[in-house]
């Protein structure tokens, strides 16, 4: 599977993030130390949007029921979802952040 770039690395600060589509699919990108992380964008619960969530120790919250996930692999950190995310793997491109879907 290709690398297909889709943001500017300045469009996520430190500790924030945002949803972004990547041809059919809707990605959450997250930075967290330095480092960009892709998810999947519609939590496992209910689908609602984690690009709206908020981000903490290295975990996103879902804004609807309080869902959190672990970043880096998708791990389930509370309920109410049971489910993993799917996560995908990153690189910085210059200055351009890409995604291996």
């Known amino acids: 599977m290709p690398w297909v770039r889709f943001a500017r690395t300045t469009e996520v ?3 924030q993030i945002k949803t972004f589509s990547v041809g059919r699919k809707k990605l959450a990108l997250a930075k967290v130390g330095g480092k960009f992380f892709a998810v999947d964008d519609a939590c496992t619960h209910l689908g609602c949007s984690l690009g709206e969530g908020a981000v903490r120790d290295g975990q996103v919250e879902c804004p609807c029921h309080g869902a ?4 880096a692999t998708g791990e389930v ?11 995908y793997p990153t690189r910085v491109e210059g200055e351009t952040v890409a995604v291996k879907i």
Do not use: I
């Open 77 to 87: 950190r509370a309920l109410p979802a049971t489910a993993p995310l799917q996560t």
């Open 68 to 71: 959190r996930f672990t970043l």
């Open 13 to 15: 600060g430190e500790g």
